[in-house]
């Protein structure tokens, strides 16, 4: 079955710093991988999304993630962090074809101090 | 393309009731899940359903219902109703004719439960 870890359950950082968040997944071949961003009161939002071909993915808001495949991660980066950005960050998994299920890290929330 | 939306957005409900939320998907959508959310848990599955028909489903007790209309509108029902039901359930729909698993969420519905 797959899962998905993220190690980081709070993080904060300043504002204009860099960002990296982890994420680790199991499935026993190329999975589909995802970010989603959720603010406080709502629903998740998709920041990107990998399936194949080049392993840097770029997404909203300035994100971008690099598929491991050796060390099975998906980290999300972003070069400088705005307070907008203080939310919760959710990585999934999902195995390739549309019918099946999607799997959920158990989401990493960002602080962003001035 | 309106997004999805879920009725109510908030419900508070005593121990030993039942309750319905509903979500309408994007149009086009075929394919809706729900999932439960609650701090330190993450999203946890509930189940999904396609045309219609439950085609997945998470590991939670019988008291967590659904079905889907015709429309695609799906709705979710828990009976006798614990503290611990207490969360923000939220649905996503998708569409899993093609080979991507990208969902996409509406705000949820923070159910209290007193």
């Known amino acids: 079955a797959q899962s998905v870890t993220q190690p980081d359950i709070h993080i904060t950082v300043s504002e204009g710093a860099s960002l990296e968040l982890r994420c680790n997944y199991s499935y026993g071949a190329t999975p589909y991988l995802f970010w989603y961003v959720q603010s406080p009161g709502q629903g998740l939002q998709l920041l990107l999304k990998?399936?194949?071909?080049?392993?840097l993915v770029q997404g909203i808001k300035g994100f971008e993630a690099e598929f491991k495949r050796s060390q099975s991660s998906f980290n999300l980066r972003k070069p400088s962090v705005h307070w907008s950005d203080a939310a919760e960050y959710f990585c999934a998994v999902g195995a390739p074809g549309g019918y099946q299920k999607v799997t959920f890290g158990i989401g990493t929330k960002l602080q962003v101090i001035p | 393309k309106a997004g999805v939306t879920q009725t109510p957005r908030y419900l508070i409900k005593t121990r030993g009731q039942q309750v319905t939320l509903s979500c309408s998907p994007i149009?086009?959508?075929?394919?809706v899940s729900w999932y439960q959310q609650t701090p330190g848990q993450g999203l946890q599955f509930l189940f999904e359903?396609?045309?219609?028909?439950?085609?997945n489903k998470g590991n939670f007790p019988g008291r967590f219902s659904g079905r889907q209309f015709s429309n695609s509108r799906s709705e979710m029902n828990v009976s006798t109703l614990e503290l611990g039901d207490s969360a923000l359930y939220l649905c996503?729909?998708?569409?899993?004719?093609?080979?991507?698993?990208?969902?996409?969420f509406g705000p949820g519905t923070r159910l209290t439960v007193l």
């Open positions: 996503a729909s998708k569409t899993p004719e093609g080979p991507y698993n990208e969902q996409f």
């Open positions: 359903y396609f045309s219609e028909t439950q085609r």
């Open positions: 990998y399936f194949s071909g080049d392993t």
């Open positions: 149009s086009g959508h075929r394919s």
